[in-house]
């Protein structure tokens, strides 16, 4: 067809006529209408093809594909998540996991006790600190060096703490319960989307191989010593217990009514001073009401949580409807890929003090810096405290344990590298 015949068509379309007749505001109102359920069509193709395109990579399809899913695909579902899907969400789910930890009174009691959170520049930087060894073991392939040398420094920070009975299995056992589950139930509540059968196995399937790790005992489960079938069935069993386990222990304590201010000053630390009260009010809409009664914090007013509520509902609606997905190049990268010329790695993304962060041009005038120079909160570079030449995994931690356990290290790094080789942790 020519475009004279083209053309010609078009004159005599009974619908161009039409639409010639219309007023020109009419014109205009019927075009915005059309581009809009173009868009939305296209939302609506685009926003799910991620997640079609995962369940196309990975062949678990049935819960006896699932009891063999491996430790290598479950961390890379699980990054995808992460990184593209949920970051936002999933991030929160995982500094709340941490923050729900401290509503159980021989778990607030010891932190206290050490007094990592005596003053705010050691709350912060433990704050840093168990966040970047955490991140690191899930930002690395499992068989990695940064990965196993985050697990084992993780392994040997406990050791002794555990080997003396001042953290009790169980409490290590619930934490770990917490960042497996944490994620899955803040993304059922504030998300767009639920997370499918596969990615909900492929979250179990990565921390019961972390706990393995770790050495973590799962003996207290039904199914601790006759073995899991997948990663739902352990998620099922450790998200029971976990929960009993609050019944029991997650009691209100001054203790952790201490611990939960000094951590809320860390959540909110970003705020204007005179918002920062709707920030304290937003940490307490995010519990609920057995967290809220352990750590003694009052539920936010009515108005707010229904202002919450609506934002987040909001929310839902403009991701799932008139989002475009994330593109890669806006993918939430946290750590720098390689080492500094010091030999170390940086944090890319921070939310309290610059801690380990690089002073590069972009951090100290960028548009972050420029709000945190205006909130009068410190930058990259403004002081050698907040250690600017970035982290040395070895040495992350309370500073008494600086320098210590090169030798256990390398130990737990040996047995890391025997066992834990991307295999099925199921099998």
């Known amino acids: 067809m020519t475009w004279q015949s083209l053309f010609n068509s078009l004159e005599d379309n009974p619908l161009v006529d039409a639409f010639r007749q219309l007023s020109t505001t009419q014109q205009r109102t019927l075009c915005g209408l059309l581009g809009l359920g173009a868009y939305v069509a296209l939302v609506w193709r685009l926003r799910f093809q991620r997640c079609r395109n995962l369940h196309k990579k990975y062949p678990y399809t049935t819960r006896e594909s699932m009891s063999k899913m491996t430790d290598q695909d479950a961390w890379a579902i699980q990054k995808l998540i992460l990184q593209m899907e949920f970051p936002f969400i999933v991030l929160k789910s995982l500094q709340f996991a941490l923050f729900r930890t401290y509503g159980i009174p021989t778990i607030s009691t010891l932190l206290l006790r050490t007094s990592q959170f005596s003053d705010p520049v050691t709350s912060f930087k433990r704050y840093a600190d168990t966040g970047t060894l955490i991140g690191e073991f899930m930002a690395f392939d499992p068989t990695s060096e940064r990965a196993q040398t985050a697990i084992a420094r993780t392994k040997f920070l406990h050791q002794g703490y555990r080997a003396s009975g001042k953290i009790l299995e169980n409490d290590m056992l619930y934490t770990l319960s917490l960042f497996a589950t944490e994620p899955i139930r803040f993304v059922e509540t504030y ?16 921390w019961k191989s972390l706990g393995d790790a770790l050495g973590i005992s799962y003996n207290v489960l039904p199914s601790g010593n006759t073995g899991f079938k997948d990663g739902i069935h352990w998620l099922e069993e450790i998200n029971a217990w976990s929960r009993q386990y609050e019944e029991q222990h997650m009691k209100p304590h001054p203790q952790s009514r201490d611990l939960a201010d000094k951590v809320i000053e860390v959540l909110v630390y970003n705020l204007p001073r005179g918002i920062k009260p709707l920030g304290v009010y937003v940490v307490s809409y995010l519990m609920d009401d057995r967290l809220r009664g352990a750590m003694m914090i009052d539920p936010p007013p009515v108005l707010f949580r229904a202002i919450f509520t609506a934002v987040f509902t909001l929310r839902k609606f403009y991701l799932r409807y008139l989002a475009l997905p994330r593109p890669s190049f806006l993918r939430l990268d946290v750590f720098s890929e390689k080492p500094n010329k010091y030999g170390r790695y940086s944090i890319l993304l921070y939310e309290g003090a610059p801690f380990y962060v690089q002073p590069t041009i972009w951090n100290r005038w960028g548009p972050t810096a420029l709000f945190k120079w205006a909130l009068g909160q410190p930058l990259p570079g403004d002081s050698d405290r907040y250690c600017p030449q970035g982290y040395y ?6 500073k008494y344990f600086e320098g210590k356990g090169r030798k256990k290290l390398e130990l737990i790094k040996d047995g890391l590298r025997e066992r834990r080789t991307g295999q099925c942790p199921f099998s």
């Not at 995994?393 to 309370?398: E, F, N, Q, R």
Request: hydrophobic share 25%; glycine share 10%; net charge negative.
């Open 393 to 398: 995994t070895p040495d992350l931690g309370p």
């Open 191 to 206: 998300e767009w989307r639920h997370m499918t059968e596969m990615e909900r196995c492929a979250v179990g399937t990565y």
